[in-house]
């Protein structure tokens, strides 16, 4: 039985694994030190692991903790690691801001959740709004093998199925593939463009249209928009007065040195301030 330890077991992610890995074969040894992590990781009907026990006996070393603290915590955990182990990220920005100890004679690896579709359409409810995945809706995975032979590649794919299930589809990527999704696309960019698309509709209703009405339609139009864009309606395309009307949006609101955003020195700069 493959034994693994989870560090930082009662955060924000690590309650969400511990949900589905207490229910899988693995044997788990559950890390938290903070008093409201505990209190989460016990109301989950686990017990917290010492981890002078658990980290030199454990196969697969899941470094569930923010970017800020992962390379106080690695540096902490990897020199107790046994030979041959595995750590596990799931974030790339850590090991690509190089806050991983050097140990040549450990896998590490990275696996992200792509999160629920937008064109997920599922018929339970349950399904339907698990906006974040690993309750109840299908959801698809990017995972990397950053150090280590190629088997450890499976090993580390079998584990993120498990812990982010249910999983539709797991992609094979490299760990700079990952750095360009996230924080690049996901967050720099997408994050700032969905954060601007909230404050545009705010300052529609601050201008007096009923706040219900502005949702209704903004919403919808999202649907459509990204439906049209991303291939769920073949053949379908925008209308001429569309087309004119994002041609005026996109010179109003966007820089013309936007898409240096996805420049290799860009994604470091935007890791080394997250971490």
């Known amino acids: 039985m493959t034994k693994v330890a989870l560090v930082g077991s009662g955060g924000k992610m690590g309650v969400r694994l511990t949900d589905n890995l207490k229910k899988s074969a693995y044997q788990m040894s559950y890390l938290e030190v903070s ?5 989460r990781v016990q109301s989950k009907g686990v017990v917290v692991s010492d981890p002078d026990v658990a980290i030199p006996n454990a ?3 899941i470094f569930a903790v923010p970017d800020v603290l992962i390379k106080k ?8 690691m046994k030979p041959g ?6 974030d790339p920005s850590a090991p ?27 018929p339970s409810e349950l399904k339907q709004f698990d906006y974040f995945g690993g309750i109840g809706a ?22 993120a199925k498990t812990m982010y299930a249910p999983v539709s589809v797991s992609h094979r990527i490299t760990l700079k593939d990952m750095g360009i999704l996230e924080p690049a696309l996901s967050e720099t960019f997408s994050g700032a463009m969905v954060t601007k698309m909230k404050e545009a509709v705010d300052i529609v209703v601050e201008k007096g249209v009923p706040k219900q009405a502005v949702y209704d339609f903004f919403l919808g139009h999202i649907n459509i928009e990204l439906a049209l864009l991303f291939g769920q309606l073949p053949g379908g395309q925008f209308s001429d007065a569309a087309k004119k009307a ?30």
Request: overall charge negative; aromatic content about 10%.
């Open 138 to 159: 299908t959801q698809k995975i990017v995972c990397a093998l950053i150090q280590g032979k190629d088997n450890y590649y499976e090993i580390g794919e079998e584990l």
């Open 73 to 80: 915590v690695a540096h902490e955990y990897v020199p107790k």
């Open 96 to 122: 690509l801001s190089g806050a991983l100890p050097e140990r040549v004679d450990i896998a590490y690896f990275a696996s992200h959740p792509c999160h629920p579709s937008v064109f997920n359409w599922e």
């Open 35 to 39: 008093p409201e992590g505990i209190e």
């Open 246 to 275: 994002i041609k005026i949006g996109d010179g109003l609101i966007f820089k013309d040195t936007w898409k240096g955003i996805f420049d290799d020195e860009s994604v470091k700069e935007q890791i080394k301030a997250i971490t």
């Open 59 to 61: 196969d697969i070393v």
């Open 85 to 90: 182990a595995m750590g596990m990220c799931l």
